[in-house]
């Protein structure tokens, strides 16, 4: 499946950044870390629930479980953000979303690259 190879790949550059940010100071490198994972962990669900514990039989019923898991997805992101904001301190919010807005611009650049389909239309 190649939305998990992009998770995989989009974990991969997490830790990276969290390894390379740790040459400047471990609040930065965890707060890297944390945003990649704010990013994949509802990712991740949105993936698990659509792709592999897919159920649904009718197109109505595809596109019911869609919408469900994507409303989940968003609400899971707020409920982890919030708790980040409350539980987690001292916090480098601008590594925490600039980590998490590069997961999201690769996610989109890796989606588009691997399936070609989408670059002939």
Do not use: H
């Amino acid at each position: 499946m190649q939305y998990f190879r992009i998770l995989l790949v989009q974990l991969a550059l997490t830790c990276l950044l969290a390894l390379l940010l740790m040459l400047k100071d471990f609040v930065t490198a965890y707060s890297a870390l944390i945003g990649g994972l704010l990013y994949l962990m509802p990712a991740g669900w949105f993936s698990l629930r659509v792709l592999v514990k897919n159920t649904a039989q009718t197109p109505r019923e595809i596109l019911a479980n869609m919408y469900i898991s994507e409303t989940g997805k968003v609400l899971l992101a707020v409920a982890l953000f919030s708790l980040v904001f409350m539980l987690v301190e001292p916090l480098n919010a601008g590594a925490l979303f600039v980590t998490y807005i590069l997961l999201q611009v690769t996610g989109w650049y890796l989606q588009l690259k691997l399936n070609q389909r989408f670059l002939k239309l």
